[in-house]
């Protein structure tokens, strides 16, 4: 028997090949296991999946939906799980959206972090005054988006520590970073005070090499991997919403693990 919900004509499946980027992310986020089929994707969005602009517009609200759905369930008191050291990856694994031969390094003596938003003292900060910071280490697995992982050894300030230090309003929807490759980021302020979310200046008792960061780079154990942004140069706390560099291209935003 047809089902009642079954269109009259199925449209062509390579539509969905336009759009994978956004399909991983939101299959990836285990909203829809085993794979989005067009006639889930009409079901779940009303979507004319023979419209391109339209898929698109599909998956985009489903993302929304999705992040908003994390958000909530989102728990700031879980930790995620913390290993030996000696199970760390030596060197960490590079991962950009370019090769690491195009990596340009940063000069520690020049570098400084600019704060911006609604933060109280906005005074630039040099890399000495980032090392004169309580730090905090945290062994912890790197999940990214495309499948692969690995345990990574990192070191820094607890972002948390970093905000009430500058006197950021901690109530203030969202942390947004700027960095030296022009990759814009931003995460929820409650996974910014997460008490495993760091401003990681080293990596395995070393500083950071320059392919993974150096001088200041976000690692979070409860972001996807291409949530940590490198090579920060600048902080800003506001309630504007200002995406990132892959949430441009159809990636989830909130990017929860």
């Known amino acids: 028997m047809k089902s009642p919900f079954r269109p009259a004509s199925l449209p062509n499946p390579a539509i969905l090949d336009d759009h994978r980027g956004a399909i991983r992310t939101l299959e990836r986020r285990g909203l829809l296991r085993g794979g989005l089929s067009l006639g889930a994707l009409t079901m779940l969005t009303g979507c004319d999946v023979a419209q391109p602009d339209s898929v698109q517009?599909?998956?985009?609200?489903?993302?929304?939906?999705?992040?908003?759905?994390?958000?909530?369930?989102f728990d700031p008191n879980k930790l995620a799980p913390?290993?030996?050291?000696s199970l760390a990856l030596r060197p960490p694994r590079?991962?950009?959206?370019?090769?690491?031969?195009?990596?340009?390094?940063v000069d520690g003596e020049t570098w400084r972090l600019e704060l911006a938003g609604l933060i109280a003292d906005k005074r630039p900060w040099t890399l000495r005054d980032i090392a004169a910071l309580p730090r905090r280490e945290i062994v912890i697995r790197h999940v990214c988006v495309e499948g692969w992982s690995y345990i990574g050894q990192w070191s820094g300030v607890p972002l948390r520590a970093f905000l009430e230090r500058v006197g950021a309003d901690?109530?203030?929807?969202?942390?947004a970073f700027k960095t030296a490759d022009d990759?814009?980021?931003?995460?929820?302020?409650?996974?910014?005070l997460h008490p495993q979310t760091l401003l990681a200046t080293s990596y395995g008792g070393d500083a950071l090499a320059d392919p993974f960061g150096f001088p200041l780079r976000l690692r979070t154990a409860v972001k996807l991997g291409f949530k940590n942004p490198k090579w920060i140069t600048a902080i800003e706390v506001s309630n504007t919403y200002t995406?990132?560099?892959?949430?441009?291209?159809?990636?989830?935003w909130f990017a929860g693990l």
């Open 82 to 85: 913390e290993f030996p050291a």
């Open 94 to 105: 590079f991962n950009a959206y370019y090769d690491i031969e195009k990596v340009k390094p």
């Open 57 to 73: 517009s599909g998956l985009l609200r489903m993302s929304a939906f999705n992040d908003w759905v994390q958000a909530r369930l």
């Open 170 to 175: 901690l109530s203030a929807r969202y942390v």
């Open 183 to 192: 990759y814009p980021s931003s995460i929820d302020m409650a996974s910014a």
């Open 243 to 252: 995406g990132g560099y892959w949430e441009k291209l159809g990636f989830n």
